[in-house]
């Protein structure tokens, strides 16, 4: 069964971010943000915390979903894959946590969520006064707000610092190999943009997806209050389940320069271009290309130790000109 996730002592120590990224794995950070005005208003009480953060508020409306009661405030889909179980809306951060507070005592509540909002655009005043301490103020915040909803497991691309500001959450994490057990919805049809598994993680019985037991015996799992952060590495499953009537939490996303600046700042092209490229083949030349793809990209040995550096190429460290040579040659080859 899970495992409790491992936590990290910050206590304004240099140096930090590097030893948390160094270590590969989700780590918690208790009280990282405990001094925020809105984690201080949350103490006191939900409605002071939305009167808090509604004060921020320039009007700009925001990505907000609606779930009928009956799913459980799990986003999904509904029926056979036929439809994502909730409806879209635009609202401004003040009407949704008005409409949080109104619905917070009711136990049949719509699972209400603002999704991945851009602080900057809705919440400008925001950074002023709630300054990340592990992060450079280049890397922008966004918030999410909602009740009890959870999002089930996904990954991103990304390094991921999230604070919890108001209400719990509970983040169970699986690591990147563990996708074969999540049972991974349609990449083309995913309700927030990110591939979703499919399996709930209260329903380890659903004959359906009989792995995803498997995936928990590798699951890490960590409870967040108010002030507490988790960083996430990048291309680890993440299920986030809110666990009260009103819920907010503050993530930044970040990703290191790579590439000289030629890289797209998204692999998933990558991804489905292989898809493209080497799904349908017999199933020897198919090996053939899984061969070269683990000998040139993933094996830590390097491909190329044995040719002279200045013969090395595109085996070799790429600068800018010899990034835009490669690129030139895919486009040719495409």
Known sequence: MPASMEE?????????????IRHERPLVIRGLVRQWPVVQAAAE???????????????TPVDALLMPPEEEGVIGYRGDVEAFNFSRHRVTVSQGLQRLLQTAGQAD??????????VEACLPGFPADHAMPLLDASIKPRVWLGNRVTTPAHFDEYHNVACVVC???????????QVRNL???????????????????????????????????????????????????????????SLGPLN????????????????PNTRLGGLLHCILLFKSLPPAERAAWRELLDHYVFADEDPAAHIPPARRGWLGELDAAQSAKLLERIRRYL
Request: without cysteine; proline residues 9%.
């Open 8 to 20: 990290f002592s910050y206590d304004g120590q240099a140096g930090a971010l590097d030893d948390i």
């Open 45 to 59: 009480s939900d409605r002071a915390f939305a009167a808090r953060l509604a004060a921020l508020d320039n009007g």
């Open 109 to 118: 509540a719509p699972g209400v969520a603002l999704q991945s909002a851009a």
């Open 167 to 177: 209400g719990a959450r509970r983040f169970t994490l699986f690591p990147p190999e």
């Open 183 to 241: 049972y991974i919805g349609p990449l083309d049809f995913a309700p927030t943009g990110a591939a979703i598994s499919m399996a709930r993680l209260d329903r380890l019985d659903d004959p359906r997806f009989p792995r995803l037991k498997l995936a928990m015996e590798h699951a890490l799992v960590a409870d967040l209050e108010p002030g507490d952060a988790i960083y996430i590495p990048p291309m680890w499953w993440h299920h986030v389940a």
């Open 248 to 263: 907010a939490l503050v993530n930044y996303w970040w990703k290191p320069s790579h590439g000289a600046g030629m890289v």
